[in-house]
């Protein structure tokens, strides 16, 4: 029995009728990336009542915050179905890697969803708690990092590379940065952030990801 069938019966219609809303918004971006679609057009796409979606989410804007929580779901579990090797500057640059060749599959969709979060809100939304436990699983068990900088490492530097992904994202949703571009982008602000963490025997290491990827 899965997680899922675990649930209550209730609980488990909620997630469904949800899902069926998030894959209705998902045909009508690849339709039109510009989200500008009505809650009118996404119920009819999704076979549901017209008030379900303001039901299950209140605003069009939590649907698009719902998305990107399920974009970032969606690395978080190519990560872990890849399982990369290696120390945590090497499963950080795999992350970033893995990140940008789903956000690639899809890009006007995925600039529309992650774009909207720069909308005014009245909530705040998970998605920068969820981006922070991404980067947290990515940096592991912090090898690679310096002992004497670990712990500080495991407060800040998770929430710092997401900072830094969304920066990279903010630039190439704006088209200052191509989708070529995206990966070393990230690549480079990484290795910046990285450096000051890092054991002496991975310096060098960076300082080349910094000469290949950055400016």
Same mark, same amino acid.
């Given at each position: 029995? *899965?997680?899922?069938?675990?649930?209550?019966?209730?609980?488990?219609?909620?997630?469904?009728?949800?899902? =069926?809303?998030?894959?209705?918004?998902?045909?009508? =971006?690849?339709?039109?990336? *510009?989200?500008?679609?009505?809650?009118?057009?996404?119920?009819?796409?999704?076979?549901?009542?017209?008030?379900?979606?303001?039901?299950?989410?209140?605003?069009?804007?939590?649907?698009?915050?719902?998305?990107?929580?399920?974009?970032?779901?969606?690395?978080?579990?190519?990560?872990?179905?890849?399982?990369?090797?290696?120390?945590?500057?090497?499963?950080?640059?795999?992350?970033?890697?893995?990140?940008?060749?789903?956000?690639?599959?899809?890009?006007?969709?995925?600039?529309?969803?992650?774009?909207?979060?720069?909308?005014?809100?009245? =909530?705040?939304?998970?998605?920068?708690?969820?981006?922070?436990?991404?980067?947290?699983?990515?940096?592991?068990?912090?090898?690679?990092?310096?002992?004497? *900088?670990?712990?500080?490492?495991? =407060?800040?530097?998770?929430?710092?590379?997401?900072?830094?992904?969304?920066?990279?994202?903010?630039?190439?949703?704006?088209?200052?940065?191509?989708?070529?571009?995206?990966?070393?982008?990230?690549?480079?602000?990484?290795?910046?952030?990285?450096?000051?963490?890092?054991?002496?025997?991975?310096?060098?290491?960076?300082?080349?990801?910094?000469?290949?990827?950055?400016?």
């Amino acid at each position: 029995m *899965t997680d899922a069938e675990r649930l209550p019966l209730r609980e488990q219609n909620r997630r469904m009728v949800r899902d =069926l809303v998030l894959d209705a918004a998902e045909r009508l =971006l690849r339709q039109d990336a *510009t989200a500008d679609f009505s809650m009118r057009a996404l119920a009819a796409e999704a076979g549901v009542g017209f008030a379900t979606p303001f039901n299950h989410f209140g605003s069009k804007n939590a649907i698009m915050q719902a998305l990107s929580e399920r974009v970032i779901a969606r690395m978080r579990t190519r990560f872990e179905e890849e399982g990369p090797e290696g120390d945590a500057i090497d499963r950080v640059t795999a992350m970033g890697r893995i990140a940008v060749a789903l956000l690639l599959e899809q890009p006007a969709v995925y600039k529309a969803v992650v774009g909207s979060l720069g909308v005014v809100s009245q =909530l705040p939304s998970a998605v920068r708690l969820r981006s922070t436990d991404l980067w947290t699983l990515a940096l592991g068990d912090l090898k690679g990092l310096a002992g004497e *900088t670990a712990e500080r490492a495991r =407060l800040v530097l998770a929430e710092q590379l997401a900072f830094s992904f969304r920066g990279c994202l903010s630039f190439w949703i704006a088209g200052e940065l191509d989708d070529k571009q995206l990966e070393p982008a990230f690549v480079a602000a990484a290795a910046t952030l990285l450096l000051g963490f890092a054991e002496p025997s991975r310096r060098a290491h960076l300082l080349a990801l910094l000469a290949k990827n950055g400016r």
